[in-house]
Structure formats: structure tokens, C-alpha cells
């Protein structure tokens, strides 16, 4: 994952995916990551090196907009910028830990690396504060179907064939949920007739209808005037959308 939009707000337990974390060598990490092999699950520490701000009040990307107090969030935007993630690992290969589904993106710093001890580490049953009521909405509110029109579903099939660009799931996560004009999720009210949620560096446009959600196109997120400037190169799935405008310009 290269940009933040494309990473989830927690690791997902169940992700088929692969990751590596890599020690950087000369510091005798092969001998710190000894016996480690043994534990399912392990804590990664780290930090936020692309946050340069914080905030004492943010909007929580679950439930309602108003703001509420980073501490009793887990929002990038913190005094000391560092994270928490718990992982699965599936193997040691000298200074490199292979992993599963993680919610951080290329190059993130790793802190500190513990293992998950499930007798101290979980606490099933415990109050989730201000969460609770949102978990109990979510889990009761109706959600929306999501087709692709036959357009839709070209463009995202030769994305996914030609370039390993996959937003697919992600976005029929967010539409199924809550497929209102939102900040949180970066869907915009209508322009041309349909709502637009913004996905790393693509545009998803939609429509909606009783029960139902209906993606039309696939956009890149930056004009062809913009990507052909000197500059631009340097954006995420850049040759992606220059390819993908000649296929079907803007």
C-alpha cells in the first residue's frame, strides 16, 4: 500500500495477503529475532512518518461526525505519532518476518516488534466505549446491494490484469455501508448526476437507488491536463492513468 487511502483502519485478521517487515542489517536483529517463530501473532510498533501533525479532537472515521478526543481514538493524528498493530506471522527468514494482513503502507518504520500473548493481551468482553453504540447501529442497519455496470466492471477488471490495481472490495465495503456524502469515506454529493468517492488515487462514480447502490465508471483522480505536466510522475499508479485515459478519456 502506498498511499494511507488504500490502507485499512486495522490489520484484517483474515487477509489472504503476504507482507514482509525487514530489520536493516549490522545490528545483530538475525540473533533479537530468535525463537519468535514460535508465537501466531505478534505486536508491531511504529510510526507515523507521514503524519506531521496532530490534533487533540478528530473525527473518528466510525459513526457520527462529531469530534472526539485522540485518545479515545485510533487516529493517526497524535502528539507522539506511533501505532499499534497486531499481525499474524508465518515465518522468520533471517532479518525479514513474514506476515499477514496489515494496515500500514511501504516503508513504514518499524519501532519495536513483541509478541501476542493471548493469556495478557486479549480481554473478550470488555466495554468499547463510545464504540459500543456505533457497533450496535452498524450491525443493525440495513445494507446497500452494489452492482458495476458492464463499463464499471471492464475497468476495473483491466486495472486489476493489467496494472495490479485492486480497489474493488474496498470500495463495495464502504457503498454497502454507507454510501451517503461523507468526509470520512470521501464520497462527494452529485455532480453529472452521480456521487463520487475518491479511493488513493482513483475516482468511483455512483449512483443511488432504493436498497441499492449502482457503480457507473472508474475515473483516475488527476486530469489528463495535470498528469502530462512535468512533475506529476511521482503520483501513485501514474503510467496506470495516463494508459487508462487513452482507453477512455475523460
Same mark, same amino acid.
Given at each position: ?10 490489520a484484517?485478521p483474515g ?5 514482509v517487515i525487514e530489520?536493516i ?7 533479537a ?5 514460535g508465537?501466531e ?5 511504529w510510526w507515523?512518518?507521514r503524519?506531521?501533525?496532530w ?19 485510533r ?6 505519532p506511533i501505532?499499534?498493530? @497486531?499481525?499474524r506471522l =508465518?515465518e !522468520?527468514?533471517g532479518?525479514?518476518l ?6 500500514? #503502507?511501504d516503508? $513504514? ?6 509478541p501476542y ?10 466495554r468499547?466505549?463510545?464504540l ?7 450491525s @443493525?442497519?440495513?445494507? =446497500?446491494? !452494489? ?11 483491466? #486495472?486489476r490484469? $493489467?496494472?495490479?490495481?485492486?480497489f ?7 457503498l454497502?455501508r454507507?454510501p451517503?456524502p461523507?468526509?470520512?469515506?470521501r464520497?462527494t454529493g452529485k455532480k ?5 468517492l ?5 475516482r ?21 491536463s495535470l498528469l502530462t ?5 511521482v503520483?501513485?499508479?501514474?503510467q ?8 477512455w478519456?475523460?
Open positions: 500500500m502506498r498511499v494511507k487511502f488504500d490502507a485499512p483502519r486495522q484484517e487477509a489472504p495477503e503476504r507482507n530489520l542489517p549490522g545490528h545483530r536483529f538475525e540473533e529475532l530468535r525463537d519468535l517463530e508465537f501473532r505478534i505486536w508491531l510498533v507515523f512518518d503524519n506531521p501533525n490534533r487533540p479532537m478528530v473525527r473518528a472515521p466510525r459513526g457520527d461526525t462529531r469530534r472526539r478526543g485522540v485518545f479515545a481514538t487516529a493517526p493524528h497524535r502528539p507522539n501505532g499499534i498493530t @497486531s499481525v =508465518y !522468520v527468514r532479518r525479514e513474514i506476515v499477514g494482513g496489515v494496515d500500514l #503502507l516503508r $513504514t518504520p518499524i519501532l519495536d516488534i513483541k500473548i493471548s493469556e495478557v493481551d486479549a480481554f473478550p468482553g470488555m468499547n466505549g463510545w459500543g453504540s456505533v457497533e450496535g447501529t452498524e @443493525s442497519s440495513e445494507k =446497500y446491494m !452494489v452492482a458495476l455496470t458492464p463499463l464499471a466492471a471492464e475497468q476495473m477488471e483491466w #486495472l490484469k $493489467t496494472w495490479q490495481v485492486d474493488e472490495d474496498k470500495v463495495k465495503a464502504i454497502e454507507e451517503r461523507s468526509r470520512r469515506h464520497i453529472d448526476g452521480l456521487f463520487r475518491s479511493s488513493g488515487s482513483w468511483v462514480f455512483f449512483s443511488c437507488g432504493e436498497g441499492g447502490v449502482l457503480i457507473e465508471r472508474v475515473a483516475p483522480g488527476f486530469p489528463l505536466k512535468d512533475g506529476f510522475e503520483i501513485p499508479d501514474y496506470a492513468q495516463l494508459a487508462f485515459e487513452e482507453l478519456p475523460s
